[in-house]
């Protein structure tokens, strides 16, 4: 995998639900891809995409998890 872009949320960030739609402060914005819960509350943590053939993934700063994400 790949580092594509690093950045951070544009703004309150409070995990995911099914159809989380993230925009980054670089401008990009990004969805996600398949149906996952997390809750954690965070302002303006550090992501990274990261790129792994043809998917990308969203690892949010101080989480153990990646979340599969799609460019929109």
Request: charge should be positive.
């Amino acid at each position: 995998m790949e580092i594509k872009y690093e950045s951070r949320i544009d703004g309150e960030f409070e995990g995911w639900d099914g159809e989380t739609i993230f925009q980054l402060i670089n401008g990009t914005i990004w969805k996600q891809y398949r149906y996952e819960y997390k809750y954690v509350y965070k302002y303006r943590p550090k992501v990274k995409i990261w790129k792994d053939g043809s998917k990308y993934f969203l690892d949010v700063d101080g989480l153990n998890k990646m979340l599969q994400v799609v460019r929109i």
